[in-house]
């Protein structure tokens, strides 16, 4: 596979600099991405470089996941409005563990191949580094007129900037660099691949394997990635999409691919999946004559979904998109956990009742009118079964005498109630 080629058909190049399609042909090149470990688990807007890595590593190369924890401790000036808080060592340790497992299922750390991946963090040679050696060994080859000219710096300085930028944040691309300089003479790492924002920071370590090392090394960056509203891609209400479960369960990421725009999916079909090029154009083109049928979106949610989960959860985020559109059994309600159910049926309207009133067992219409406002009045209740509008559990009732018991409960604690098609009720036995 020809890298270069590759990115460029998926739309993951923004910009590179000259000569680095000669330096992957002439030898197995190593490559690096940095990840701020400001949290336990990835997020989807991680996943265009951890992409490119992979790419890198099917081509032949050699992936290297450089951990910012220094970095981390700092701030990247680049699109940020503030700086970031300080994370101690353990929690930065716990994190990079959590990161490198998630990350294991993208690329081979564990094998014995030449180019198997690798993690490092430049907490571990930047723990050591005196401020005194840094001017000495770093500062003194950059002038602040270099540095300033960064388009990440100007658009701190400018006059639109309310809170300025700090020394700290200044010296940030300086780090940056220094992570290059430091991966460059001990792993023989000639390129740094990043988000567009990022050019600035990578060409500064470029300029410094080439000041102190008379090296060459190269960058690349992908563009970032934006929804075809404007929107910011990777973030909704409720915050995040992450790739671990307990954050954002397996259904609620296949709901967000799922919901994607025509014009996103075709785009994320292409960064977010490892399909092949005359698949994506043809699933494309299938997707053209009959965009009704949303083929593009339920490729790429399954594609994803079982890549960061499992083909399990995809299944089970399947099912459980079907219940809200009375397709589901009652069986397929009661397979479901209690996350993706509460998942599926988030926003629904909830009334709770205590536990106890289901030890004997309590009749239909004194749960749904009396112990609960879930209906008005027993009455209406009453002319609704009669016409048949009521499903309890995802299974049509008809009969209004119905005795509610323990047997009716879903993970012994919930009871599920719709009104026609698009009318659900949750009763939460507490």
């Not at 270069?4 to 000669?22: A, K, S, V």
């Amino acid at each position: 596979m020809n890298f270069i080629e590759e990115l460029q058909w998926r739309g993951m190049i923004h910009d590179m600099m000259p000569g680095i399609e000669e330096q992957l042909a002439k030898e197995l090149t190593s490559a690096y991405v940095g990840i701020d470990p400001t949290a336990d688990s990835l997020h989807i807007g991680h996943l265009v470089g951890v992409m490119m890595l992979k790419h890198f590593q099917v081509a032949g190369h050699k992936p290297i996941v450089l951990v910012g924890g220094a970095t981390g401790m700092i701030g990247d000036p680049s699109g940020k409005s503030q700086e970031r808080n300080l994370l101690d060592e353990k929690t930065l340790r716990h994190n990079q563990d959590c990161l490198r497992a998630q990350l294991s299922k993208f690329m081979d750390f564990d094998s014995d191949a030449v180019n198997a991946a690798e993690m490092v963090n430049n907490y571990d040679w930047m723990k050591d580094f005196t401020f005194l050696d840094f001017i000495r060994d770093i500062g003194k080859h950059l002038t602040v007129n270099y540095m300033m000219s960064k388009d990440s710096v100007k658009k701190r300085l400018s006059a639109d900037s309310k809170s300025g930028m700090s020394f700290t944040e200044f010296t940030y691309q300086l780090v940056q660099g220094t992570d290059f300089l430091e991966l460059y003479r001990t792993k023989n790492c000639k390129l740094q691949m990043g988000g567009s924002d990022q050019w600035g920071n990578i060409t500064t370590g470029t300029e410094l394997i080439r000041r102190k090392e008379s090296g060459t090394a190269f960058a690349i960056t992908c563009p970032l990635i934006t929804k075809a509203d404007g929107g910011k891609f990777g973030k909704t209400e409720s915050g995040n999409i992450w790739l671990d479960p307990k954050r954002t369960s397996p259904y609620k990421f296949y709901q967000f691919w799922l919901n994607t725009s025509d014009e996103d999916a075709a785009k994320y079909l292409k960064i977010f999946t490892l399909l092949p090029k005359d698949e994506v154009f043809a699933l494309i083109e299938e997707h053209q004559e009959a965009p009704h049928m949303r083929k593009l979106q339920q490729r790429l949610a399954k594609e994803v979904t079982i890549m960061i989960h499992s083909e399990e959860d995809y299944n089970t985020a399947v099912e459980a998109s079907q219940i809200l559109f009375g397709k589901a059994t009652a069986d397929v309600l009661r397979k479901l956990d209690e996350e993706t159910f509460l998942s599926v049926f988030e926003g629904v309207p909830q009334f709770s009742v205590s536990k106890s009133e289901f030890d004997n067992g309590i009749d239909v219409l004194e749960l749904l009118a009396v112990k609960t406002d879930v209906f008005p009045s027993k009455g209406e209740l009453r002319r609704l079964f009669q016409g048949n509008a009521i499903s309890i559990n995802k299974e049509k009732v008809q009969n209004s005498e119905m005795i509610i018991t323990k047997e009716h409960l879903i993970a012994d604690k919930y009871f599920l109630v719709q009104k026609g098609k698009k009318n659900y009720f949750l009763v939460v036995a507490c």
